[in-house]
Nanobody, 111 residues
Framework: QVQLVESGGGLVQAGGSLRLSCVPS????????MGWYRQAPGKERELVAM???????TYADSVKGRFAISRDIPKNTMYLQMNGLKPEDTAVYYC?????WGQGTQVTVSS
């Protein structure tokens, strides 16, 4: 079973940027689809963005134009570049692939 390790969360002011990273235990080249979910306090976990092995991407409407998901195969890493952050983006962000979740990384956006 694939294991996923996230990093890059933190505290940022509204309008700022963060980049999250996710490294799988195996080769990212062999993974068909990966993505990022987030869960805010008192809310259900929701999809933020997803990327396929063919680099097809999907975004939640709330982050379109602000967030960008990507994969760097030589670095075996998936990224989520988050720009124009808003307080409502505050949540624990989870890396995901079929059958596995990361441990989560906290993103806090202050107003």
């Amino acid at each position: 079973q694939v294991q996923l390790v996230e990093s890059g969360g933190g505290l940022v002011q509204a309008g700022g940027s963060l980049r999250l990273s996710c490294v799988p235990s195996g080769s990212i080249f062999s993974i068909n689809v990966m993505g990022w979910y987030r869960q805010a306090p008192g809310k259900e976990r929701e999809l933020v963005a997803m990327i396929t092995s063919g680099s097809r991407t999907t975004y939640a409407d709330s982050v379109k134009g602000r967030f960008a998901i990507s994969r760097d195969i030589p670095k075996n890493t998936m990224y989520l570049q988050m720009n124009g952050l808003k307080p409502e983006d505050t949540a624990v962000y989870y890396c995901w692939t079929q059958g596995a979740w990361g441990q989560g990384t906290q993103v806090t956006v202050s107003s």
